[in-house]
């Protein structure tokens, strides 16, 4: 695959993660309301680990040696957004038709491309 597709795929996962960071860091109600159904009480440390790690994985991302790490990140965190959109929240939340469910999912896929055309820099990988 391209390098040049790669880089757009890295430059959309990071810029929805990034983007919600504003939201989740303030204490925006729609944030707030999204992680009190998931944490109740433990709303803001929910909220607020989230957002450091959509950055830590944003951030990864763009380090040429750790760029699978980010991969990794974006995977785990998007695939535990996608599962708690299904168990917990709906697809739908605070009627934004589905908006947050379906940009987790295109996150998703764009880590799982990226990790996939990064699969030699793991450490498992078999370089027979």
């Given at each position: 695959?391209?390098?040049?597709?790669?880089?757009?795929?890295?430059?959309?996962?990071?810029?929805?993660?990034?983007?919600?960071?504003?939201?989740?860091?303030?204490?925006?109600?729609?944030?707030?309301?999204?992680?009190?159904?998931?944490?109740?009480?433990?709303?803001?440390?929910?909220?607020?680990?989230?957002?450091?790690?959509?950055?830590?994985?944003?951030?990864?991302?763009?380090?040429?040696k750790?760029?699978?790490?980010?991969?990794?990140?974006?995977?785990?965190?998007?695939?535990?957004?996608?599962?708690?959109?299904?168990?917990?929240?709906?697809?739908?939340?605070?009627?934004?038709?589905?908006?947050?469910?379906?940009?987790?999912?295109?996150t998703?896929?764009?880590?799982?491309?990226?990790?996939?055309?990064?699969?030699?820099?793991?450490?498992?990988?078999?370089?027979?």
């Amino acid at each position: 695959m391209n390098t040049k597709i790669i880089f757009v795929l890295k430059l959309l996962a990071a810029i929805i993660m990034l983007q919600t960071l504003f939201y989740k860091f303030t204490g925006a109600q729609e944030s707030v309301d999204l992680f009190t159904k998931l944490a109740g009480d433990n709303e803001k440390i929910l909220r607020i680990a989230t957002g450091i790690l959509e950055l830590i994985a944003s951030i990864l991302l763009f380090i040429p040696k750790k760029v699978w790490i980010g991969a990794l990140f974006t995977l785990v965190l998007m695939g535990g957004a996608i599962l708690v959109h299904i168990t917990k929240i709906g697809i739908q939340h605070n009627n934004d038709g589905g908006l947050l469910f379906f940009a987790a999912i295109f996150t998703f896929i764009c880590g799982l491309i990226i990790l996939l055309y990064q699969r030699k820099s793991l450490p498992l990988y078999n370089k027979e």
